[in-house]
């Protein structure tokens, strides 16, 4: 470790990261490996919080780990241009640096599952990636995987064959242009096999209908975004309220970005 390029604040770290490569692997969708001490501490569905490299942006930007690679040091991001910041990180390439806060939240928990679980895994446009590491680590001790993939178009669909390494893929798009015609649900409400957990992230309306469908399932998850400043906990930007409280909050930043079903308010 580089102690000149990385330092601890409690359980917080930074870090110099080294970029190993960059690719545009749909239309405005990037795909970012980067390179350091600190994928020894990532967990599946952790998010980074990247500082962009222009004095002009104070804020960082929280992008959710794809795929860990701990042998070789490595993660993968994948983000859509949204703005200005994702716009500057997409001029980046293989032997540039990065300041990363990280690995921050929670992550999905991936307990007590093993060859005789079956779980599912829903994922909408640019929430597919942080499913990824979910559907590797979860295959690889032998859990069935099944997968629903909601995307616009047939041009914004990523990661479907990725994820058919693991299991079975469903995939729909909102045009029909790709897979199925219509949303998730279309897939979903005709499964009827049990599912002992359920992994999802997706655009707010996704998140809303996972979490009334499985709103009693013991083990099912929502990665929720929100607009982020500090993204450690310290200054409340991106709270959400509790069901049935006036007084308690939860911040998608430190408590989050992963929830069970009926446990927030969406
Ligand atoms: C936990 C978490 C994980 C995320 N993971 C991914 C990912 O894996 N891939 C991906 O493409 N995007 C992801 N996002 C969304 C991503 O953070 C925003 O698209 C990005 O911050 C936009 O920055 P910008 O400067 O390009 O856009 P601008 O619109 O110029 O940003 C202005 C400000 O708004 C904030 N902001 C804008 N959109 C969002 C948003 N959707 N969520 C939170 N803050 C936002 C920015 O951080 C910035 O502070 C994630 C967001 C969160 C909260
Ligand atoms: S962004 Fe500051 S508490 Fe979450």
């Known amino acids: 470790m580089n102690p000149t390029c990385k330092k601890r604040m409690g359980a917080i770290r930074l870090e110099t990261m080294k970029v190993v490569a960059q690719e545009e692997i749909a239309p405005a969708i990037f795909e970012l490996v980067l390179e350091g001490e600190m994928v020894e501490a990532m967990r599946a569905g952790q998010f980074l919080h990247l500082r962009v490299p222009d004095d002009a942006?104070?804020?960082r930007r929280p992008i959710?780990?794809?795929?860990?690679d701990k042998v070789n040091?490595?993660?993968?991001?994948?983000?859509?241009?949204?703005?200005?910041?994702?716009?500057?990180f997409s001029t980046l390439s293989q032997g540039d640096t990065l300041d990363v806060m990280g690995p921050q939240g929670n992550g999905f928990d991936l307990s007590d599952l093993d060859e005789q679980n079956q779980v599912l895994l829903v994922g909408g446009g640019i929430g597919v990636p942080p499913l990824l590491e979910v559907a590797k680590e979860l295959h690889a001790r032998g859990v069935k995987v099944v997968t629903v993939l909601g995307f616009a178009t047939k041009d914004a669909v990523i990661l479907e064959?990725?994820?058919a390494q693991y299991g079975q893929v469903f995939v729909t798009t909102d045009d029909g242009s790709y897979g199925i015609k219509g949303n998730v649900s279309v897939v979903i409400n005709d499964l009827d096999s049990p599912f002992d957990a359920v992994y999802s992230c997706g655009a707010p309306g996704m998140m809303k209908y996972i979490n009334q469908?499985?709103?009693?399932?013991?083990?099912?998850?929502?990665s929720l975004e929100s607009r982020m400043a500090c993204g450690m906990g310290a200054c409340y930007a991106c709270?959400?309220?509790v069901p049935e409280s006036e007084t308690v909050s939860q911040r998608v930043?430190?408590?989050?970005p992963v929830f069970r079903t009926g446990t927030?308010?969406?």
């Open 57 to 59: 942006h104070l804020l």
């Open 64 to 68: 959710s780990i794809s795929s860990i």
């Open 73 to 88: 040091k490595q993660c993968h991001l994948i983000y859509r241009i949204e703005g200005t910041g994702t716009a500057i």
């Open 161 to 163: 064959t990725e994820l």
């Open 213 to 222: 469908n499985f709103y009693d399932h013991p083990r099912a998850y929502l």
């Open 239 to 241: 709270v959400l309220k």
């Open 253 to 256: 930043c430190e408590d989050g």
């Open 264 to 266: 927030v308010v969406l």
